[in-house]
């Protein structure tokens, strides 16, 4: 396998300044220290800059939490993708769980703000996740799949390789309540086995992130899993020990 483990830290809507430019440094000296696997950072809008600035010269990573789903003009309070690539972040997230259940995003918003990304050259960050309920009704794989189908539609096996993944249960997110390994394995598997179906190279190529309250008590545990190639994190990324140790977990893995 050569695919590299990768932790982003989504900070969500949280932090002032002092705190970005803390958790952005802390951040960047982790990532010199974690050779072996890949750290980024997921700061709101407004403190991009501060992230920036403090990961300049390192191999730390910024990406942003959403793009616009339109190319520039008259959208007021949207901040587009070619915005995000020129202040210098990488990656974005794409399909977040808070965007698609809180602010009604369906799965053709998110494949065109995928597509937006990808044209501005940015690496999107696809999440994909089941709600408390779908899991009940047996639909995990179904609606995973969905979420999947949508953006491989718009989008192709030459855009899915320029992507990472990102499995998050809906009901493991900020609730301290983590899939198991083992059920969140069998879900990479399956959508592993998915980027198969589309183009033989894609599962050796993209990345399968898992989210959903991990920490740096069960980090390793669920790293170790064959299919599950790093994590994003969200409450544990604003602690800088917890963060720390995630990452370590990451790089022991390699
Ligand atoms: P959590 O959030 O780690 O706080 O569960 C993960 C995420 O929403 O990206």
Request: glycine share 12%; net charge negative.
């Amino acid at each position: 396998m050569t695919r590299r483990k990768l932790v982003l830290g989504n900070w969500k809507m949280n932090g002032l300044r002092a705190d970005a430019s803390a958790w952005a440094s802390a951040a960047s000296s982790l990532a010199g220290e974690c050779s072996a696997c890949e750290v980024g950072i997921l700061p709101a809008f407004v403190h991009l800059d501060t992230a920036l600035a403090a990961a300049s010269g390192t191999r730390l990573m910024v990406g942003a939490q959403d793009l616009a789903s339109w190319t520039n003009g008259a959208y007021t309070g949207e901040v587009s993708a070619e915005m995000l690539g020129d202040i210098g972040a990488t990656h974005v997230l794409v399909g977040h769980s808070e965007r698609r259940h809180l602010l009604g995003e369906s799965d053709e918003v998110v494949a065109t703000k995928f597509e937006r990304a990808l044209a501005a050259g940015l690496t999107p960050v696809l999440c994909l996740g089941e709600t408390l309920d779908e899991r009940e009704a047996g639909q995990t794989d179904a609606v995973v799949l969905r979420q999947l189908d949508a953006v491989a539609l718009r989008c192709g096996a030459a855009g899915l390789a320029r992507a990472v993944l990102a499995y998050e249960p809906v009901w493991a997110i900020g609730t301290g309540r983590t899939a198991s390994p083992e059920q969140a394995q069998a879900v990479h598997a399956r959508v592993r086995g998915a980027l198969g179906n589309l183009d033989a190279m894609l599962p050796g190529l993209v990345r399968i992130l898992y989210g959903g309250s991990v920490k740096a008590a069960n980090a390793a545990e669920l790293f170790a899993q064959a299919d599950i190639d790093g994590g994003l994190i969200g409450g544990a990324a604003l602690v800088p020990s917890e963060f720390a140790a995630i990452c370590r977990a990451a790089n022991q893995e390699g």
